[in-house]
């Protein structure tokens, strides 16, 4: 089975603080993915990576960086974290598979608050 | 730019009761088409999914969805649901070709089953 983790399911932090997450997947895929789920909004890409060191930016970039240096490893960042970031944050990773009909598989989330 | 829409945020049904979820897009070109669900406290996983041929799809716990590309819907039914099946269901779509790497998500129903 398609194994992917998140370093933390929950997460408080202070305004202001560097704050990053982490997510690794085990099953050598190309692509990944970071997405925020809100009440009432369902998901929202951040950023996705199609390869190693590769990145681009997804509907809600303001405010998050991302760092992909080894294939099964995609971490966010939120350089400077603001209340409005209180949200679950979820990883997802696929083989790549040109013309998108593989599955996404997702981590469990992590439950960021920022105080 | 593909959008989806699930009509409803909540739907409460009793047990062995059958169920529609409703799920409408927006697209101009040919699109996959996928049912992802997220039971409390864990990730998304995938329900079923659309890619081409025939139009209703299975899922292996009941669940099917029929993709109708006149009215640009692929709802999911499920004949009798279990108290098992509350969870939160996110339609999502993407489309075919070597850039796409994206899904985009319906803003989620939440199917509660009443004992």
Known sequence: ?115 | AQSVTQLDSQVPVFEEAPVELRCNYSSSVSVYLFWYVQYPNQGLQLLLKYLSGSTLVESINGFEAEFNKSQTSFHLRKPSVHISDTAEYFCAVSEPGAGSYQLTFGKGTKLSVIP
């Open chain 1, 1 to 115: 089975d398609v194994k992917v983790t998140q370093s933390s399911r929950y997460l408080v932090k202070r305004t202001g603080e560097k704050v990053f997450l982490e997510c690794v997947q085990d099953m050598d895929h190309e692509n990944m993915f970071w997405y925020r789920q809100d009440p009432g909004l369902g998901l929202r890409l951040i950023y996705f990576s199609y390869d190693v060191k590769m990145k681009e930016k997804g509907d809600i970039p303001e405010g998050y960086s991302v760092s992909r240096e080894k294939k099964e490893r995609f971490s966010l960042i939120l350089e400077s974290a603001s209340t409005n970031q209180t949200s679950m944050y979820l990883c997802a990773s696929r083989v790549g598979l040109a013309g998108g009909t593989d599955t996404q598989y997702f981590g469990p989330g992590t439950r960021l608050t920022v105080l």
